[in-house]
């Protein structure tokens, strides 16, 4: 199957910095890509929808200006948590799907950030 | 929109023994139903998927069987081991710029 790689795989910050993470496509090239956030024993929950080259679609409730998205290319897409403070401390996974159709998702390994 | 339940939310067995999975979703456009394995710290891997017109698949020790009329799906997973231990996640997607939805995930743990 295709390969998602995400960078760092874990994080620890202080409060009130920002922290980014990368989250490659290494076999495709990904026009959608997906960011999840994932609490301990629960489900995936989708934060925005990203396609390369256009703004990202955010989910009810994920704040755009906190978890800036940027798709710049069809391989490479970026997660940053701004002003991070320790509730957004959490497991962001993100994934990736090489078109818009009923191309499989594929996820990366996930990043574990704690913020202090 | 579309809603996935998934039962059980919980699942033991001993080693050997099969287990099984069930999914229900509410939309009947949905078509394309994905299985995700999840281990502790990593990300959902896809194990198996079924698009709507078949109404089984399988490879190797897992399965995936899909009735339409009854809008349900189920995974099945046959001489269990303890490396199958893990979480289990189904979705459904009708493809489009329509975004997968999830289950709230199943833990199946295989004692040796």
């Known amino acids: 199957g295709a390969v998602v790689s995400q960078h760092p795989s874990r994080v620890i910050c202080k409060s009130g910095t920002s922290v980014k993470i990368e989250c490659r496509s290494l076999d495709f090239q990904a026009t959608t890509m997906f960011w999840y956030r994932q609490f301990p024993k629960q489900s995936l929950m989708l934060m925005a929808t990203?396609?390369?080259?256009?703004?990202?679609?955010?989910e009810q409730g994920v704040e755009k200006d906190k978890f800036l998205i940027n798709h710049a290319s069809l391989t490479l897409s970026t997660l940053t948590v701004t002003s991070a403070h320790p509730e957004d401390s959490s497991f962001y996974i993100c994934?990736?799907?090489?078109?818009?159709?009923?191309?499989?998702?594929?996820f990366g390994p996930g990043t574990r950030l704690l913020v202090l | 929109g579309e809603n996935v339940e998934q039962h059980p939310s919980t699942l033991s067995v001993q080693e050997g023994d099969s287990a099984v999975i069930k999914c229900t979703y509410s939309?009947?456009?949905?078509?394309?139903f994905p299985w995700y394995k999840q281990e502790l710290g990593k990300g959902p891997q896809l194990i198996i998927d079924?698009?709507?017109?078949?109404g089984e698949k399988k490879d190797q020790r897992i399965a995936v069987t899909l009735n339409k009329t009854a809008k349900h799906f189920s995974l099945h997973i046959t001489e269990t081991q303890p490396e199958d231990s893990a979480v289990y996640f189904c979705a459904a997607s009708k493809g489009g710029s329509y975004i997968p939805t999830f289950g709230r995930g199943t833990s199946l743990i295989v004692h040796p």
């Open positions: 990203s396609n390369e080259g256009s703004k990202a679609t955010y």
């Open positions: 079924i698009r709507s017109n078949v």
């Open positions: 994934s990736a799907k090489a078109g818009t159709g009923l191309e499989t998702q594929y």
């Open positions: 939309d009947s456009a949905s078509n394309y």
